[in-house]
Nanobody
Framework: QLQPVESGGGAVQAGGSLRLSCAPS????????MGWFRQAPGKEREGVAA?????????YYSDSVKGRFTISHDNAKNMVYLQMNSLKPEDTAMYYC????????????????WGQGTPVTVSS
């Protein structure tokens, strides 16, 4: 099964920035909804941001990242990005890009396919 491929993770200091990229291909790109979720060791998954390309690029953010993270997409290239600014140590996690059936409501419940993830480490 095709999976999105994430890249761009790394180690930064608090206050720094990173830009994650997601290259889904074929069925791994859902124009209804593409999302980024994260999971830190010993913690549950958290839906960070989602975007609905088919609905004019409408975006959705968790409260924990609102105002700091920006999700965007490039339909021509079938790419999805997550710009992360003002990073905090609590943002440390593995970040995954996912094709999602719908962005409505708790979209984490509607994951279809996701990649291997890219790690983000934020030091204080």
């Amino acid at each position: 099964q095709l999976q999105p491929v994430e890249s761009g993770g790394g180690a930064v200091q608090a206050g720094g920035s990173l830009r994650l990229s997601c290259a889904p291909s074929g069925s791994a790109y859902n124009t209804n909804c593409m999302g980024w979720f994260r999971q830190a060791p010993g913690k549950e998954r958290e839906g960070v941001a989602a975007i609905s390309p088919i609905y004019g690029g409408r975006t959705y953010y968790s409260d924990s990242v609102k105002g700091r993270f920006t999700i965007s997409h490039d339909n021509a290239k079938n790419m999805v990005y997550l710009q992360m600014n003002s990073l905090k140590p609590e943002d440390t996690a593995m970040y995954y890009c996912a094709a999602v059936r719908t962005c409505a409501g708790d979209w984490l419940r509607y994951l279809e396919v996701w990649g291997q993830g890219t790690p983000v480490t934020v030091s204080s």
